[in-house]
C-alpha cells in the first residue's frame, strides 16, 4: 500500500534535491557517471528510514519457487503483486521474483498472501530522468488450476485471468486492485467495494449481476439479462446492449451502454427498469 506513496514522495525529494543548484553541480559528473539513488523503506512497525548510494541496491538475480494448490474451486488473494489465472490440469502456484520477496509470500489452501516485512522503494535520477520501483514490482505468481470459480481479490493486486471456461464466475474485488478476464462464463457475481477496476469485455457473457459500492468501475458486454446496483461513484460500461437492463444507482455512479449497432430504432431497444435516487439517461450508442 505504500508503494504509490513512497514512490510519489522520493520522487518529490529528489526533485526538490535538484532545484538546488549549487549540489546539482557540485555532482553533475558523478551523477552522469553513476546516477544517483535513495532508498525508502519502512519496516512493519510503520518506521522510515531513507539512504543514499552511488547505485541502486542490488536484490540479485529473480528465483522461482513451486508449491501445490490446493483451493479447489476458490481463490483469494491479498499481496501486491501480478498475478495470472490459468484454467489448467494442473494443480500449481508458481512464483518468481527476489529471494528477499518471495520468502514472505504464504500459500494456503486457497489463499495466498505476503507476510508483514520491510517494504522498500528506490528512487534513481540519472541522465535519462527518474524513475522509481518497489521491491514487490519484480513479483509475478501463476496459478493453474481447472476448477476456480470465485475469485476473492484483497488489497492491490493485479490479477489477470486467462481461458476461463465455465458456466458460473464470481468475483469479489475489495480496495484497489484491478482484474482483467477472457474465455466464457454463463452467469457471473461480480461485486466491487473500494475503488477496484475490472475489465470483463473480453469474457464472453450470458447474465451478469454487478454490485460497485465506492468508486469502482467495470467493463463488460452481458448479452442476456444484467443487474446492476452501484452506490457511490463507480462506473460501469456495458459494451453491448443486453436483452434486459436493470439498474439502480445511489450516488453520481453512471452506467453507460455502448451499442454495437448504433442504428438500431428505439422501438428495438429492451426494457430497462431504472430505480435511483436521481435524474439518468440511458442511451445508446455513447
Avoid: C
Amino acid at each position: 500500500m505504500i508503494r504509490t506513496l513512497f514512490i510519489i514522495a522520493g520522487a518529490a525529494f529528489v526533485l526538490s534535491i535538484a532545484t538546488i543548484g549549487g549540489a546539482a553541480a557540485l555532482g553533475s559528473r558523478d551523477l552522469a557517471a553513476n546516477g544517483w539513488s535513495w532508498t525508502f523503506t519502512e519496516d512493519e512497525w510503520g518506521n522510515g528510514r531513507i539512504q543514499r548510494a552511488g547505485k541502486a541496491e542490488d536484490l540479485g538475480p529473480d528465483i522461482t519457487r513451486s508449491v501445490a494448490f490446493e483451493g479447489g474451486e476458490r481463490l483469494e488473494l491479498d499481496l501486491p503483486a501480478d498475478v495470472t489465472y490459468v484454467q489448467g490440469d494442473a494443480n500449481t502456484v508458481e512464483i518468481v521474483g527476489p529471494q528477499s520477496v518471495i520468502d514472505r509470500i504464504r500459500v494456503q489452501g486457497s489463499r495466498i498472501w505476503m507476510d508483514n516485512g520491510p517494504e522498500r522503494v528506490t528512487v534513481r535520477w540519472d541522465s535519462d530522468g527518474i524513475d522509481g520501483w518497489s521491491d514487490t514490482e519484480r513479483v509475478r505468481i501463476t496459478v493453474t488450476a481447472p476448477s476456480v470459480t470465485t475469485f476473492d481479490l484483497e488489497g492491490s493486486s493485479d490479477v489477470k485471468i486467462r481461458d476461463y471456461d465455465h458456466d458460473t464466475m464470481a468475483i469479489d474485488l475489495s480496495g484497489s486492485g484491478e482484474i482483467e478476464i477472457d474465455g466464457r462464463a454463463t452467469a457471473l457475481e461480480l461485486d466491487i467495494s473500494g475503488s477496484g477496476e475490472a475489465d470483463l469485455s473480453r469474457l464472453i457473457l450470458t447474465d451478469a449481476n454487478v454490485a460497485i459500492a465506492g468508486s469502482g468501475e467495470a467493463r463488460l458486454g452481458p448479452t442476456g439479462r444484467a443487474d446492476i446496483t452501484i452506490s457511490g461513484s463507480g462506473d460501469v460500461e456495458l459494451t453491448q446492449q443486453p436483452a434486459t437492463l436493470n439498474q439502480s444507482i445511489s450516488g453520481s455512479g453512471d452506467i453507460d451502454v455502448v451499442s454495437v449497432r448504433s442504428e438500431r430504432r428505439v422501438s428495438d431497444t429492451p426494457p430497462v427498469t431504472v430505480s435511483t435516487t436521481r435524474s439518468v439517461e440511458v442511451t445508446e450508442g455513447r
